[in-house]
DNA sequence: TTTAATAATAGGAACTGTTACTAATATTAA
DNA sequence: TTAATATTAGTAACAGTTCCTATTATTAAA
């Protein structure tokens, strides 16, 4: 685990210490309190940093801003398509599949993300 | 299947005559050559439009441009993180993914996409 | 067929999310 | 303490995509 600046660390906490999945301007909004002058770009920076070393991980969905989590273990996400959150989706994840798709993949498979879509308990019930 | 403008279906039958997974501005090139004056706003609505009704799908990486795909059978795909490019991962579906996620979700569930990541073929010798 | 209503277009401006640049500040190592 | 290095704040630039508007194409009605 390398040393981080004081900025990074606060970012890296942030994520650490929550369960949901912020976008970037989240973050920099939550970090602010912390650090008035922080910009934008710095978050960015360090979110990209912190999630290539896998001390946290990177979402993008193709609906809207990339999320972010703390959590790194696999797990499958779910995206609403009416709100846009994003949820865990807590099962045990199927580790097989990186072992499957190899047998049928004359490239390396590295790993795999799984995503669900669908409406959310929230706005389920709006319809 | 509803009608659609003369433009509308050669963006169609262009996806649907190709194994690859285009970008919007592939498209819009290839396009070009029996459209001179299409625009690439027009592009872009139609194969939103298309996947909206299901005739074709997107497929959002988070690494680069949307991609496009004319096979709308569910299968899974891979992008090589070295050149980006998109390839089928041509195995059986896990069906019972959704089923499985909605035992635990409270929402609801209605798809998924897998996506693997790694080394494409070409990029593998390369290293 | 003309005509009226509707749908779709081309072209370009505007927008969103993100990255890159730069001069200044902080950190570390000697 | 000083030199080398890392990181920052602030902002400009960028990529990909959507939105807007006046014009053109298509369709439906008379």
Redesign the interface.
Known sequence: MIKHSRQRDAIRDNLMNRCDHPTAETVYMDIKEDFPNISLGTVYRNLSLLSELGEIQ?I????GP?RFDGNVKPH?H?Q??MCYNV?D???EY?EE??A??S???????????????????D??QTH
Chains 1, 2 share one sequence.
């Open positions: 990177k993008s969905t193709g609906a990339d499958c779910f609403c398509r949820l989706i807590p099962f199927p599949l990186n499957h798709a047998k049928k993949f004359p490239g390396i498979i590295e790993g795999n993300t799984i995503q669900f879509f669908g409406l959310c308990p706005c389920m």
